[in-house]
């Protein structure tokens, strides 16, 4: 298997600025080192339903520069089937691929390293999810983009909540983590962030609006995953009007995953494909290109998928010393 001819590239899961850049960097530094590259169109579903481009050049030019993802992206029932892994197998022994590179998140790395076991063939995986939930990265494509949408759209209503002294709940994504909602809250100056991490009581959420207020605050933001753990912001809405309060909510929803990638997601993107064919040419297999300390890194998919990755409890302090 490792000689390697052809290398297939896909993106699955949530889409995630910067997926575009990652699709180029593969491309291109396959292409210089000699070997034919294939794209892989909806993901893993592609590979059951046999929908394989070849791939030139020119095939991945002006695309760093775009949000979501050129070889488009679904879910796959299917390929949670032993069933459903062989028919992809047998589009990518049909295909002549030697080497996949598949970009997402849990979920990818998930079925990635399910094919690979099943049929030892070589997957090399490159972070892409707006959550930066993955263990062994300091951070995933995607995410400081949908950080930065976060802040642009907060910093607008804020002004109106300041004119007309209301507390706002903002309700962002991070159903399973809330490194968005956290470092979201420090970079808008908002009064607190409720995330699945860390269970915020009521009454905590309460004193620190009151002590708002109480100092002179003409206004409030709280910041609030997405998440059964929080409630999300209508369910912390519905419980402040119980007690008295006059919350508005803004669920941001979806153009968070949107626009145009920032300059960092863009470099991260770059150095994770490069080092994703990199790995592949070096006998390498089952694990995701992770950076740590500005450092490319290897991670098994076990460790990406099944480790924990914590939420830095400092920045909660940082947040509350703020707020006063």
């Known amino acids: ?48 339903t046999d929908e394989i481009v070849t791939f030139q050049t020119e095939s991945v030019s002006n695309i760093i520069n ?23 197998y047998d589009t990518l022994m049909r295909h002549q691929i030697d080497g996949l590179v598949v970009i997402g998140g849990d979920g990818t790395f998930t079925g990635a390293r399910l094919l690979a076991q099943e049929y030892n063939y070589p997957i ?10 993955l263990y062994g990265t300091d951070t995933t494509i995607g995410y400081d983009t ?18 007309h002294e209301r507390l706002f709940l903002v309700e962002v994504m991070g159903r399973d983590a809330g ?26 959420l ?42 508005h909510v803004t669920i941001l929803g979806h153009i968070q995953r949107g626009g ?7 470099i991260l993107a770059s150095r994770c494909g490069v080092a994703a064919v990199d790995a592949l040419l070096d006998e390498q297999r089952s694990i995701m290109i992770g950076i740590m300390n500005n450092k490319i ?8 998928i099944k480790d924990e990755k914590p939420v830095d409890k400092h920045l909660f302090d940082v947040l509350r010393l703020l707020c006063i």
């Open 1 to 48: 298997m490792y000689n390697m001819r052809c290398i297939g590239v896909l993106t699955s899961g949530g889409d995630a600025p910067g997926m575009n850049a990652a699709i180029r960097a593969v491309t291109r530094t396959a292409m210089f080192n000699g070997l034919q590259v294939k794209g892989i169109l909806r993901g893993y579903k592609g590979l059951i």
């Open 66 to 88: 775009h949000g979501g993802t050129i070889l488009k992206t679904a879910r796959c029932l299917e390929f949670r089937t032993p069933e459903g892994r062989r028919q992809a």
């Open 124 to 133: 090399v995986g490159v972070p892409g999810t707006i959550d930066n939930d």
């Open 146 to 163: 949908a950080l930065n949408t976060i802040v642009s759209a907060v910093d607008k209503i804020r002004d109106t909540a300041a004119s």
């Open 179 to 204: 490194f968005l909602a956290l470092n979201g809250a420090i970079a808008v100056g908002a009064e607190a962030a409720l995330i699945p991490e860390i269970a915020t009581e009521e009454d905590q």
């Open 206 to 247: 309460e004193r620190l609006i009151q002590n708002g207020f109480h100092k002179m605050k003409n206004s409030s933001i709280v910041l609030v995953s997405e998440s059964d753990a929080t409630g999300g912001a209508m369910g912390v809405a519905q419980r402040l009007k119980e007690k008295g309060y006059d919350p």
């Open 260 to 266: 145009s990638p920032t300059a960092n997601d863009r």
């Open 297 to 304: 890194v290897h991670v098994p998919f076990t460790d990406a």
